[in-house]
């Protein structure tokens, strides 16, 4: 998506460890506007399936699965990154590993929000070794919903989770994938599905 690749030359900043920060418009502060065109795009990526949830994973994930959740007219599921004293104790539980972190993540989401009659479309802002959308699908797996699709705003194409999760038959999109950038130069060279 041309906007979106745009957007990440003038505003994305590469940090080291293969890091791109975009928290001048998704990741800190939102340009909601800007985003509600990333929701667009995905409505229509995935206009072919008959959606009924959206799933995601706090905190990155939130914003852009909301703004797309508006068009879809769906509910937006997030899971939640530790089981909190008021959490429900009827929980769908994975263990996701965080890349920018470097630390595992015990995962809840709450039995009551997702069921084997949800078509789910899972979105998050980053997919890089494909640890938090591997985590997403087994909570869709352990509820018996069926995952319709995978929608990423930025997919590092260099770390492989991306053509994994290809590999294994879902139907992926990413509105924008990174082949390769550099730290130092502050460049990015995109990859263009088809
Ligand atoms: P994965 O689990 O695919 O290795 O990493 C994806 C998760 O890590 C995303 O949920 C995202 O929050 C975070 N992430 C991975 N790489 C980046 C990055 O380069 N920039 C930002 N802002 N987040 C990232």
Redesign the pocket.
Known sequence: MKLLEEKIVNDGVIKSG??????SFL?HQIDVPFVAELGKELKRLFADRNITKILT?EA??IGIACVAAMYFGVPVVFAKKSSGSNMDKDVYFTQ?????HSKTNDVVVSKRFLSKNDHVLII??????????EGLIDIVRQSGGTVEGVGVA?E?GF?G?GDKLRKAGYNLHSLAIIDKMDAKTNTVVFRHEE
């Open positions: 293969n890091v791109l920060k975009v928290d990741n994973i990155s994930g996701i590993y965080s890349y920018t998050d802002d980053f997919l890089a070794n494909g640890c938090a959308l930025v590092k770390q989770g």
